[in-house]
Every structure is written in structure tokens, then in C-alpha cells.
């Protein structure tokens, strides 16, 4: 097959296949781009594989990155983007399921694409688009299959990463797990419990966004998968069925994706801090998604009050909306659109008082009482109860100010 009509993202990365060749190396275009490519999806990045070694990679160019050059890895930088050229590589002896911590280069672009996941990802396409398919990815593209390069059973034995990245895959392309594939995957499931959860973290989340989630999400609680992660147990087998409920609309943020998992396990606060924690997340990452959660529960029980939409935030607030959507069908992301631009004020820099206005109205020194009049007037502005006006926060001062 040949590809004529290429999308731009590879034109602007022709030059990159050029020069290599130009200087007596094989290049191609592999791995997701070509997949996408011919599936006429968004390209994400072009990576490039080559016979040249890394040192010879960074003669041809002016401008490199050494960016993973132990596993052959050297980022190109052009005027239209930068490009991933890595060295044709296999991967040597597999320890302990896990990708091995050195790789071979090989001159032959045949030994790459062997140690390629699966059939589909196991693509090249050259730089007048004629593509390489060793193992019949192309077809198993037409029949949107995901099947293992080689033998499955060994090839989730080398790293059974691989079978999360199965469920990802299946849950971005709504493809199916060939039958011995997916066989393999049952089998070996269990070896997912050596890989580090950093990396089952990002395959998950993968799998949770994507448009088909409901297929990848099945795949991943049939196989057992769930039981060799991170927390999850034997008793959320029910809960995490329940989820497959939902329809297939799409989540777009990982504190979507926690609270989702959250409210569906039906944690409380400290066993949903206690399952971030287990599954790596970040402090910043934590917060957002225990925020999501707590507005979820709130705004279950009704609309937002003013206040609760000045302190959430649109952004959360929108967040939130796109969940009681996908959960109740009751979303009202226009409304909270709308009330939000309605409110007075967005946040505590727009009120016309600052702090040392207070005190010389008011001539008195700092202290806590500062703090504690900021927060009425802010609460009153916001509520409606008073005026962002000079004099009007003021009168409201004296008026508080007898009261305290
Ligand atoms: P995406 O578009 O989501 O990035 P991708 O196919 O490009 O999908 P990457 O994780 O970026 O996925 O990996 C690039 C390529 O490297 C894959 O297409 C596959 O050929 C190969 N690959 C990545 N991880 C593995 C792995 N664990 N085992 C074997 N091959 C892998
Ligand atoms: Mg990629």
C-alpha cells in the first residue's frame, strides 16, 4: 500500500526522513502515527526510526536533544516541530516482566517493529509513503483488532505493561482483543502486580478517557486486571460493573476520572486520600480531585449557591457539570455558565476596598479583625447583599463594626 496524500504533520517531517537517507541510513515514520494515519485520526506525534546510531543521528543534525539516548532516542529539532529518531532496537533479555533497562541496536528495521506491542503499532511507512507491515497490522486495522506481535503469552511475559496498554487502546479506537490475544491477557494478568504503578497510572487514566471507554473499561474488569492494581479489590468487582452503566461520553480530566472512580466506590474522604496516595498521584493532582468529588456530592443535592460557584471556580464548577451529566443526566453547565458571569465579583482582587482602606476608615492597626471583615464584605458582595461600591462597603463597615 501507499500512502499519497500525506497529512502535514508528516511533510514537515519528511526532511528529517531525507536527511538520514541522504547520508546512507533507513528511516521511516512508526509506530501511532502511521496507526493513525491510516485510520485518518488526529496525529499526536511522528516518531521516526532509523538505522543510524544515536551519535551518527546527532552528526546529521544541527540542532538535537539527547532525550532518552541510552534507549537510542534523539529529538531533532526542525523550524516545523521536533521529531523523536530513535535507533531500530530490540530489547534484549525482559527482567521480571519489565521492559529491560538496556536495548540492542540493530541495523534492520525488521528487528524494531518484532519487539512492537501490537499488530497495528508494528507499522512503517517511508518517506514516498510506502508502508512496511510484517505482521498484517493493516489488516487487523480493517477488522479494528488489537493483536500482540508474535506470540501473546510471551510477549505480555516480556511486559505485561502491555496489557494495560491493551485496554487503553481498545477504550481510544474502539477496537476488539483478538480471541488468543485477549486469552494470553487472561492468563498472564496477574504479572501486572510487578509493574510500577506510574506507569499502570498513565494506562489507566488513558483507558478512562477515552471515547470508548465502556469497551476498554469492560475488557479491564473481565480480565481480572483490576485485582493487580493499586487498592482496588475482589469487593469492588460490583461497583466498578456498575460504572459500564454510564454512557460512553467522554471525561476529559484525570479529577474527573478519581472522582468518577470515587463516588461509584463510594469512599469516604480519608479512603479516597488513602487510594491517591496508593496510586502515586501528585499533592496538586489530589487536591483537584477531591475537589471535583466534594462538589459532586454537593451539587447533587441541589444547584449552587452563589458563594459555592465564586469559590469552586467556573472551571471546577463546569468539571463538576460534565459529571452530574454523565451520572444523572442533569448537567446544567449553561446555567452555571451563565450565573457564574452574573456574579458580582470573580474574585477577592476585584472589590474597590483593600485592607489598608479598612484600617484608616476605620483607624484602627492590623490585626485579625482585617481578615474577618474582608470575608463579610466578600460574602455580601457576592450574595448580592452589597454594593462593589466605596462608599457603600463602608457604610456597611460602620454598620458591622457596631455589631462586633
Ligand atoms: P499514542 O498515539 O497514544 O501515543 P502510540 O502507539 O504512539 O499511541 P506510545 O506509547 O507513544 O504509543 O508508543 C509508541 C510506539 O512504541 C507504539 O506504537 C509501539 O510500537 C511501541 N511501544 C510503546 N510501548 C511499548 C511496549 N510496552 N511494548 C512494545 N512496544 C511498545
Ligand atoms: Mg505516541
Known amino acids: 500500500m501507499i500512502v499519497e496524500k500525506f497529512p502535514s504533520e508528516f511533510l514537515r517531517a519528511k526532511s528529517v526522513l531525507g536527511s538520514l537517507e541522504q547520508a546512507g541510513f533507513e528511516a521511516y515514520f512508526v509506530g501511532g502515527c502511521v496507526r493513525d494515519l491510516l485510520l485518518s485520526k488526529p496525529i499526536h506525534d511522528v516518531d521516526i526510526a532509523t538505522s543510524a546510531y544515536p551519535a551518527e543521528v546527532k552528526k546529521i543534525f544541527r540542532r538535537t536533544v539527547d532525550v532518552g539516548i541510552e534507549h537510542g532516542t534523539v529529538l531533532v529539532l526542525q523550524r516545523g516541530g521536533s521529531y523523536e529518531v530513535t535507533t531500530f532496537r530490540t530489547e534484549g533479555k525482559y527482567q521480571n516482566y519489565r521492559r529491560p533497562e538496556s536495548v540492542s541496536f540493530v541495523r534492520s528495521l525488521e528487528g524494531d517493529l518484532q519487539r512492537r506491542d501490537f499488530t497495528i503499532n508494528a507499522l512503517a511507512m517511508n518517506r514516498i509513503g510506502e508502508i512496511t507491515d510484517l505482521f498484517a497490522g493493516q489488516g487487523d486495522l480493517e477488522k479494528k483488532l488489537l493483536r500482540a506481535v508474535g506470540e501473546a503469552c510471551e510477549r505480555f511475559n516480556e511486559d505485561a505493561l502491555r496489557m494495560m496498554r491493551a485496554f487503553r487502546f481498545v477504550s ?30 498513565v494506562e489507566f487514566l488513558g483507558m478512562m478517557v477515552g471515547e470508548f471507554r465502556n469497551k476498554g473499561l469492560k475488557a479491564f474488569i473481565e480480565t481480572d486486571a483490576f485485582l493487580y492494581v493499586p487498592v482496588l479489590s475482589e469487593d469492588h468487582r460490583d461497583a466498578l460493573l456498575k460504572l459500564l452503566e454510564l454512557p460512553d461520553e467522554l471525561i476529559y480530566t484525570r479529577s474527573q476520572v478519581w472522582a468518577l472512580i470515587a463516588y461509584f466506590l ?24 477531591q475537589l471535583v468529588l466534594k462538589c459532586l456530592k454537593k451539587r447533587e443535592k441541589g444547584f449552587w449557591t452563589k ?6 471556580g467556573l472551571t471546577y464548577a463546569l468539571l463538576t457539570e460534565e459529571l452530574l451529566q ?28 483593600r485592607g489598608g482602606d479598612l484600617q484608616r ?20 458582595i457576592v450574595n448580592g447583599d ?13 454598620q458591622l463594626e457596631g455589631e462586633l
Do not use: C
Open 172 to 201: 481510544q479506537l474502539g477496537f476488539a482483543i483478538e480471541e488468543e490475544t485477549y486469552q494470553a491477557i487472561v492468563s498472564q494478568i496477574s504479572l501486572l502486580e510487578e509493574i510500577s504503578t506510574e506507569r499502570i497510572q
Open 266 to 289: 463510594k469512599f469516604s474522604k480519608e479512603e479516597f486520600k488513602h487510594f491517591l496516595r496508593e496510586w502515586k498521584e501528585s499533592r496538586t493532582n489530589s487536591k483537584e480531585a
Open 307 to 312: 458563594e459555592e460557584l465564586y469559590h469552586t
Open 326 to 353: 454523565l451520572i444523572f443526566r442533569r448537567g446544567e453547565a449553561q446555567r452555571v455558565k451563565e450565573e457564574f458571569a452574573q456574579l458580582a465579583i470573580k474574585s477577592r482582587s476585584e472589590i474597590v476596598v
Open 361 to 380: 476608615e476605620l483607624k484602627r492597626s492590623p490585626g485579625e479583625w482585617l481578615g474577618d471583615m474582608l470575608f463579610k464584605i466578600e460574602s455580601a
Open 386 to 398: 452589597l454594593l462593589n461600591d466605596y462608599s457603600a462597603i463602608i457604610d456597611f463597615l460602620t
